[in-house]
Every structure is written in C-alpha cells, then in structure tokens.
T-cell receptor, first 113, second 115 residues
Framework: GNSVTQMEGPVTLSEEAFLTINCTYTATGYPSLFWYVQYPGEGLQLLLK?????DKGSNKGFEATYRKETTSFHLEKGSVQVSDSAVYFCALRPIQGAQKLVFGQGTRLTINP | DVKVTQSSRYLVKRTGEKVFLECVQD?????MFWYRQDPGLGLRLIYFSYDVKMKEKGDIPEGYSVSREKKERFSLILESASTNQTSMYLC??????????????FGEGSRLTVL
C-alpha cells in the first residue's frame, strides 16, 4: 500500500540553524510528493511539491528533492527563523489524477531565538 | 482570497450527544474531505465527497457520517459522541479532474472535546 514516514519529533533548533526533516515513502507507480505546513492555530497549507523524480520543490527558503532511488523527499532549510515554528507534514498523491493524499504523522518544529 | 471555513473552532460536548461539524468552501471545488488530526498519528481521512450527495469512506469512518446537500457545504456528524472522538477535525477541499494539482485547501480546524 501507500504510506509516508517522517522523522520523529519534536525537533528543537536555534535560530539560523540548518534544518532537515526526513521523509520517506512507499508507493506503487510514480507518486507526486508534497510538504504541508501548519502554523499554530491554523489549518494546513501547501509549502512545496514535486511531481516527478529529481524535481526540486522550493518555497520560503525551504527545499525538497524527489529522490526515487531512495524513495525520499527530505525537507531542508539553510537558516531557520522563529517564524518557521510549526508542524510539517509530508504527503503523497499515489498517481496522477488521484483525488486523495496520504499524509505522514507530522513533525513539530520549534525554533528558539 | 480562497477560503475554507469551519463553523466552530472549539466545541465541548458530552458523551452520547449528537455533534455537527460544518464546513463551507468558496472555491467551487468538487472534492471535499474530513480529516482527523491526532498527535503522532498525523492526518487520517474520515470521509471524502467528490460531488453533491456522493461520498466515500476514508480510513476511519466508524462512528461518523457525512452530508453533502450543496456543493459548497460538507458536514461531519457524530451520531453519539464518545470520549475517543476527542480530537482536532480538519476540513479540506480540492479541484477535480485535470485541474487537480493535488493541492488541498484546509480550514482552520475544529477542536472537539467529548467529556
């Protein structure tokens, strides 16, 4: 079946630190991959996505590269800010045209000044 | 600005009560979803609707039902609330067919406590 596994949280970093949140997936075929972010008190919103192998999604200084050989889509940011404190969810859409996403368990990130 | 609006941000109910969670979207989306969010478990799909009056069970439909009488509105119903349904409930919508990029648009969530 289709599944997404994220690194265990919570993750606590100091401002300006380098961030990596690991995400690996299991899927048949060629899924699209997504990172969603949930800021405190808000719903989820799309952060970035990649639709095929070797694509890199980027937004707000965050990046993730679709690695088919390692079935991974790790989220990275070179220098985090306090405002990046949120819960991050990795997700996949199993095939082109599929209506539903499969989400990982979420990783809570706290950035200290 | 596109919007998914959930009627109640916080609810406190008693065991056995009937609970209605309402969701309205203004983007003319065909697809609407109800998820449950619990720490360590991520988002789990309760029900999905792809058209008016059409619904599909998700991963955890037990104890829940849904109603979609109008395209913009999707309701989640707990017929007899139980303490294990204490959770954050998230509504989402998306486009369908070729316009579907895979992006979901979420409401702010409804935090339900069942005593």
């Amino acid at each position: 079946g289709n599944s997404v596994t994220q690194m265990e949280g919570p993750v606590t970093l100091s401002e300006e630190a380098f961030l990596t949140i690991n995400c690996t997936y299991t899927a048949t075929g060629y899924p699209s991959l997504f990172w969603y972010v949930q800021y405190p008190g808000e719903g989820l919103q799309l952060l970035l996505k990649a639709t095929k192998a070797d694509d890199k999604g980027s937004n707000k200084g965050f990046e993730a590269t679709y690695r088919k050989e390692t079935t991974s889509f790790h989220l990275e940011k070179g220098s985090v800010q306090v405002s990046d404190s949120a819960v991050y969810f990795c997700a996949l859409r199993p095939i082109q045209g599929a209506q539903k996403l499969v989400f990982g368990q979420g990783t809570r990130l706290t950035i200290n000044p | 600005d596109v919007k998914v609006t959930q009627s109640s941000r916080y609810l406190v109910k008693r065991t056995g009560e009937k609970v209605f969670l309402e969701c309205v979207q203004d983007m003319d989306h065909e697809n609407m979803f109800w998820y449950r969010q619990d720490p360590g478990l991520g988002l789990r799909l309760i029900y999905f609707s792809y058209d008016v009056k059409m619904k599909e069970k998700g991963d955890i439909p037990e104890g829940y039902s849904v109603s979609r009488e109008k395209k913009e509105r999707f309701s989640l119903i707990l017929e007899s609330a139980s303490t294990n349904q204490t959770s954050m409930y998230l509504c989402a919508s998306s486009q369908q067919g070729l316009a579907n990029t895979g992006e979901l648009f979420f409401g702010e969530g409804s935090r339900l406590t069942v005593l």
